[in-house]
Protein backbone atom coordinates (compact mmCIF):
# COMPACT_ATOMS: atom_id res chain seq x y z
CA UNK A 1 0.00 0.00 0.00
CA UNK A 2 1.47 3.54 -1.08
CA UNK A 3 1.23 6.12 1.71
CA UNK A 4 1.40 9.99 0.53
CA UNK A 5 3.32 12.29 2.68
CA UNK A 6 2.21 13.58 5.84
CA UNK A 7 -0.16 11.17 6.11
CA UNK A 8 -0.56 8.90 9.27
CA UNK A 9 0.26 5.63 9.44
CA UNK A 10 -2.36 3.03 10.88
CA UNK A 11 -1.46 1.76 14.56
CA UNK A 12 -2.49 -1.45 13.82
CA UNK A 13 0.26 -2.13 12.35
CA UNK A 14 2.59 -5.29 13.76
CA UNK A 15 5.05 -8.25 13.27
CA UNK A 16 3.38 -11.22 11.19
CA UNK A 17 3.59 -14.38 12.86
CA UNK A 18 6.06 -15.75 10.27
CA UNK A 19 8.15 -12.64 11.13
CA UNK A 20 7.64 -14.13 15.00
CA UNK A 21 8.68 -17.24 14.46
CA UNK A 22 12.11 -16.15 12.51
CA UNK A 23 13.45 -13.58 15.06
CA UNK A 24 12.96 -16.47 17.53
CA UNK A 25 14.56 -19.13 16.08
CA UNK A 26 17.59 -16.93 14.94
CA UNK A 27 17.49 -16.08 18.86
CA UNK A 28 17.55 -19.54 19.78
CA UNK A 29 20.21 -20.59 17.35
CA UNK A 30 22.61 -17.73 19.11
CA UNK A 31 22.00 -19.02 22.29
CA UNK A 32 22.70 -22.71 21.56
CA UNK A 33 25.81 -21.37 19.96
CA UNK A 34 26.89 -19.74 23.16
CA UNK A 35 26.25 -22.78 25.32
CA UNK A 36 28.74 -24.62 23.38
CA UNK A 37 31.01 -22.13 23.19
CA UNK A 38 31.21 -21.55 26.82
CA UNK A 39 33.07 -24.65 28.20
CA UNK A 40 35.40 -24.41 25.32
CA UNK A 41 36.37 -20.77 26.23
CA UNK A 42 37.61 -21.92 29.72
CA UNK A 43 39.63 -24.69 28.53
CA UNK A 44 41.39 -22.16 25.48
CA UNK A 45 42.11 -19.75 28.71
CA UNK A 46 43.29 -21.85 31.85
CA UNK A 47 46.92 -22.12 31.72
CA UNK A 48 48.35 -25.19 32.37
CA UNK A 49 50.49 -26.48 35.66
CA UNK A 50 53.88 -25.95 33.25
CA UNK A 51 53.53 -22.52 32.74
CA UNK A 52 51.72 -21.74 35.95
CA UNK A 53 54.98 -22.91 38.16
CA UNK A 54 57.42 -21.17 35.75
CA UNK A 55 54.99 -18.05 36.63
CA UNK A 56 55.52 -18.75 40.53
CA UNK A 57 59.08 -19.44 40.21
CA UNK A 58 59.49 -15.92 37.90
CA UNK A 59 57.39 -13.94 41.02
CA UNK A 60 59.75 -15.46 43.42
CA UNK A 61 62.98 -14.43 41.64
CA UNK A 62 61.78 -11.00 41.22
CA UNK A 63 60.53 -10.47 44.50
CA UNK A 64 64.18 -10.98 45.23
CA UNK A 65 64.51 -13.39 48.37
CA UNK A 66 67.47 -14.51 49.42
CA UNK A 67 67.81 -17.84 50.41
CA UNK A 68 68.63 -19.16 53.91
CA UNK A 69 69.23 -23.14 53.80
CA UNK A 70 67.06 -25.63 51.96
CA UNK A 71 66.74 -29.01 52.17
CA UNK A 72 65.46 -32.09 49.74
CA UNK A 73 61.36 -30.30 50.21
CA UNK A 74 61.99 -27.03 51.03
CA UNK A 75 63.31 -23.39 51.08
CA UNK A 76 63.94 -21.19 53.54
CA UNK A 77 64.09 -17.61 52.11
CA UNK A 78 64.51 -14.45 54.15
CA UNK A 79 62.75 -11.64 52.66
CA UNK A 80 64.32 -7.85 51.66
CA UNK A 81 62.78 -6.44 54.87
CA UNK A 82 64.13 -9.31 57.18
CA UNK A 83 61.56 -11.53 57.71
CA UNK A 84 62.09 -15.60 57.52
CA UNK A 85 59.87 -17.31 54.46
CA UNK A 86 59.61 -20.79 53.70
CA UNK A 87 58.79 -22.43 50.13
CA UNK A 88 57.00 -25.81 51.07
CA UNK A 89 54.39 -27.59 50.16
CA UNK A 90 51.57 -28.58 52.57
CA UNK A 91 48.13 -29.75 52.25
CA UNK A 92 48.59 -30.45 49.03
CA UNK A 93 49.27 -26.34 47.86
CA UNK A 94 52.42 -24.71 47.51
CA UNK A 95 52.84 -22.61 49.83
CA UNK A 96 54.99 -19.65 50.78
CA UNK A 97 54.52 -18.93 54.59
CA UNK A 98 55.96 -16.36 56.73
CA UNK A 99 56.80 -16.89 60.15
CA UNK A 100 53.67 -15.88 62.20
CA UNK A 101 52.43 -14.27 59.53
CA UNK A 102 50.82 -16.21 57.73
CA UNK A 103 50.69 -17.82 54.17
CA UNK A 104 50.64 -17.23 50.41
CA UNK A 105 49.21 -20.06 48.29
CA UNK A 106 51.03 -19.89 45.41
CA UNK A 107 49.75 -23.32 43.56
CA UNK A 108 47.11 -25.88 44.39
CA UNK A 109 46.55 -29.81 44.27
CA UNK A 110 50.29 -30.13 44.14
CA UNK A 111 51.38 -33.94 46.13
CA UNK A 112 55.41 -33.06 46.55
CA UNK A 113 57.92 -30.38 46.13
CA UNK A 114 61.74 -31.81 45.70
CA UNK A 115 64.48 -29.18 46.36
CA UNK A 116 67.93 -29.87 44.92
CA UNK A 117 70.97 -27.19 45.46
CA UNK A 118 72.92 -26.51 42.46
CA UNK A 119 75.55 -24.11 43.31
CA UNK A 120 74.05 -20.63 41.85
CA UNK A 121 70.42 -22.08 41.61
CA UNK A 122 67.88 -24.78 42.74
CA UNK A 123 66.33 -27.14 40.65
CA UNK A 124 62.70 -27.84 41.47
CA UNK A 125 60.10 -30.30 40.94
CA UNK A 126 56.62 -30.66 41.59
CA UNK A 127 54.07 -33.42 41.46
CA UNK A 128 50.73 -32.83 40.28
CA UNK A 129 48.31 -35.85 38.61
CA UNK A 130 51.13 -37.52 38.05
CA UNK A 131 53.29 -35.25 36.31
CA UNK A 132 56.59 -34.30 37.24
CA UNK A 133 57.09 -30.53 36.35
CA UNK A 134 60.28 -28.96 36.85
CA UNK A 135 61.76 -25.56 36.89
CA UNK A 136 64.79 -23.38 38.03
CA UNK A 137 64.87 -20.96 40.54
CA UNK A 138 68.23 -18.61 40.84
CA UNK A 139 68.35 -16.61 44.23
CA UNK A 140 70.78 -15.50 45.98
CA UNK A 141 72.42 -16.77 49.21
CA UNK A 142 72.10 -15.09 52.26
CA UNK A 143 74.88 -13.38 53.88
CA UNK A 144 75.64 -14.94 57.82
CA UNK A 145 75.19 -12.58 60.20
Not at 11 to 26: G, H, K, M, Y
Not at 42 to 71: A, G
Not at 129 to 145: D, E, S, V, Y
Request: proline share 3%; aromatic share 6%.
Amino acid sequence: MLWKRGTIMPANRAFTLLESLIALSLAALVMTTIQFLIPHLSQVTKPDYNTSFQTTLHQLEIQKYRVKDNDNHAINMISTDGKTMTLVVKNHKLQLIASGNGQIILMENINDLTVMACGSHFKLSIKINNQTIRGILFLQKAIAP
